[in-house]
């Protein structure tokens, strides 16, 4: 059986495990991201820790076709080099793929964190059945790739799919990235979180207070509230869920995918969100396009960061 090692590298820390062709994980493992050391060492401590892994695993070094890095920042794929890591900068400008590639005596590939998550739910996950996939993350931030025909989209620049930097409303909040009213300002975790404050500060009635998060107002705790019929956390969630379906209608239009598959923690409420998307996706969209596209949470969970680092790898050599 071939064998994919799988990096999901952060500023905090990495995640690294080994996938059968299956997709499933034989073993895994996280460690510590030093951002004292240089990035070199940085390199190095990676592969370390994958060959300490790989010779705990019980799998043949041999059996492992390759490896596949899985990172946030600005990159180039086709170099494997890291351009902007804003969290680890002593990594601007390091070829990444190639150092801990040849640490292992592995070929090694380089992607975008949300691509290596697309191409997971691609392989083995929501989007397994698919030629067309949009996948998308809701946490701190909204990001997204892109599989057209069974490939994966980057673009020009290799920055294809930030959709979280979609304008929804052109006088909107004003983003970081320089534009206006941008997607993930209104759905990312700030977003969520502000928009119930703001409601919150107008006196309508809510229970959040039984489900603080370290004492903190968050989409988890608005989301477990919700579960247990808090009106104004339902109310949030499902406007959540409405300002997607807005972005989903756009992409439906555009590239007309076969499913959007829904990852990242603020998923997690479910069709508490989902189904609010799919009702403004339907409502806004083209209609073939509009009935024929699926919502779906993403399957992998959890695993989500190892296993699609690994299918960096099952894109480039399992041909």
């Known amino acids: 059986?071939?064998?994919?090692?799988?990096?999901?590298?952060?500023?905090?820390?990495?995640?690294?495990?080994?996938?059968?062709e299956n997709g499933s994980i034989v073993t895994k493992d996280k460690y510590i991201t030093d951002t004292s050391k240089s990035g070199a060492e940085i390199v190095a401590h990676i592969a370390d820790c994958a060959q300490e892994l790989i010779g705990k695993?019980?799998?043949d070094q041999k059996n492992i076709r390759g490896v596949g890095i899985g990172s946030p920042?600005?990159?180039n794929p086709e170099t494997g080099q890291l351009k902007i890591v804003t969290n680890v900068p002593q990594l601007n400008g390091v070829n990444f793929a190639e150092g801990i590639g040849s640490h292992l005596g592995l070929p090694a590939f380089l992607d975008n964190d949300v691509?290596?998550?697309?191409?997971?739910?691609?392989?083995?996950?929501?989007?397994?059945?698919?030629?067309?996939?949009?996948?998308?993350?809701?946490?701190?931030?909204?990001?997204?790739?892109?599989?057209?025909?069974?490939?994966?989209?980057?673009?020009?620049?290799?920055?294809a799919g930030e959709i979280g930097h979609m304008s929804i409303n052109a006088d909107g909040l004003y983003c970081p990235c320089g534009n206006y009213g941008c997607l993930e300002r209104y759905i990312g975790r700030d977003g969520i979180v502000t928009r119930f404050k703001a409601y919150?500060?107008?006196?309508?009635a809510t229970g959040i207070n039984e489900y603080l998060d370290n004492g903190e107002i968050t989409p988890k705790a608005i989301a477990m509230a919700a579960a247990d019929g808090?009106?104004?956390?339902?109310?949030?969630?499902?406007?959540?869920?409405?300002?997607?379906g807005i972005a989903?209608?756009?992409?439906?239009?555009?590239?007309?995918?076969?499913?959007?598959?829904?990852?990242?923690?603020?998923?997690?409420?479910?069709?508490l969100i989902l189904e609010p998307a799919r009702h403004e996706l339907i409502k806004r969209a083209y209609t073939v396009p509009a009935q024929a596209v699926k919502v779906a949470p993403a399957a992998l969970k959890n695993d989500a960061g190892i296993v699609g680092s690994a299918s960096i790898a099952v894109a480039k050599l399992a041909k």
């Open 1 to 20: 059986m071939n064998y994919y090692l799988g990096i999901d590298f952060g500023g905090t820390e990495i995640k690294i495990g080994i996938i059968d």
């Open 57 to 59: 695993s019980g799998v």
């Open 73 to 75: 920042g600005l990159l």
């Open 115 to 159: 691509n290596a998550m697309t191409l997971g739910e691609f392989f083995f996950g929501a989007g397994k059945d698919f030629k067309h996939v949009i996948g998308l993350t809701l946490g701190t931030g909204v990001g997204g790739g892109i599989i057209l025909n069974g490939e994966l989209h980057r673009g020009a620049s290799f920055t």
């Open 200 to 204: 919150q500060s107008k006196g309508i």
């Open 230 to 244: 808090d009106k104004l956390s339902l109310e949030v969630l499902a406007e959540t869920g409405k300002i997607l």
């Open 248 to 271: 989903l209608a756009t992409l439906t239009n555009v590239l007309n995918p076969e499913i959007f598959v829904i990852g990242g923690g603020i998923a997690n409420a479910g069709d």
